[in-house]
Nanobody, 113 residues
């Protein structure tokens, strides 16, 4: 199993980033997937999750209305569109399948002026 995140970087407050996760080694369309964030000095926590067919999503309250999780089961890709970014969104973002404990290596997002 491989989960490879990309798209992180440095962005000013109010800006946008789009994270992608390329999945391989398993039948992507059968599994719920999720994005998690680990801020400096804090434990890793759930940001957003999406059902296997993409018909259901859920978000942590702090990102509702700003982030959108989506997936392309034909391309085995998970995406997190992040708008109106705030400094508190800074952290390492991980793509994961929680039930199987499959995790990517993470991509750094820094929101700073």
């Amino acid at each position: 199993v491989h989960l490879v995140e990309s798209g992180g970087g440095l962005v000013q407050p109010g800006g946008s980033l789009r994270l992608s996760c390329a999945a391989s080694g398993f039948t992507f369309s059968l599994y719920e997937m999720s994005w998690h964030r680990q801020a400096p000095g804090k434990e890793r926590g759930l940001v957003a999750a999406i059902s296997s067919l993409g018909t259901a999503t859920n978000y942590v309250d702090s990102v509702k209305g700003r982030f959108t999780i989506s997936r392309d089961n034909g391309e085995n890709t998970l995406t997190l569109q992040m708008n109106n970014l705030k400094p508190e969104d800074t952290g390492v973002y991980y793509c994961a399948q929680r039930g199987r404990n499959w995790w990517g290596q993470g991509t750094q997002v820094t929101v700073s002026s």
